[in-house]
């Protein structure tokens, strides 16, 4: 009687044995894309602060959990797996470019960010309060594994911000008391408008 009521779990056990087994095969593509698209970006942004360009930003729209099953490391970024665009200042004016792996958009499109960069400095305090958030408090309200993504960096010669947004935070309520969360919803909103 006791071994026959452990055959279900040890039937279940070994499933498990076996998910846990495959799923970095399921995030091994995924993750070598993202490693090459980086490469591009880094090398970009390391070019432009040869230049002497201190104010950059680059904006993600990126999906997590999102399944690679191709070995041409090109369709799920036609879909918009991972689009990356660098902004920059040079001279007072504004700089796009895009980087959608493997394509890069070899155009510099001129755009306007002040309104962006305004709304940054008036809530840097609430961007900020993320940070603070867990120095006092380990847990988030959970996010789905499979989720859509927008991340902001802002860099400047002597600061660094990163503020993610996913689109769980942007639709769910709960996450509203967060101080961080609806300045966040705004700066994502500028960023693209602006870039489309």
Known sequence: MLYTSYKPF???YTLIKLI?????ITFWGQNDLISESTK???IFISELRTM???TILVYKEYCTGCEITSITKEPMY??????THIIWLKKGKAFAKKFSYPNIDEKENQININDILNFFYEHKKQFNSRKEYFKKHQFLPPNPVHDY???LTIMTQNDKTLIT???NQKTKDLWLKFSWIPPSKKIMELIRNELN
Do not use: A, Q, R, V
């Not at 036609?78 to 689009?83: D, Q």
């Open 149 to 151: 993504y927008e991340e």
């Open 20 to 24: 846990i087994f495959l799923l970095p």
């Open 52 to 54: 002497k360009i201190d």
């Open 165 to 167: 947004l996913s689109k």
């Open 78 to 83: 036609e879909e918009g797996f991972l689009n």
């Open 40 to 42: 591009d970006t880094e």
């Open 10 to 12: 040890m039937k279940n």
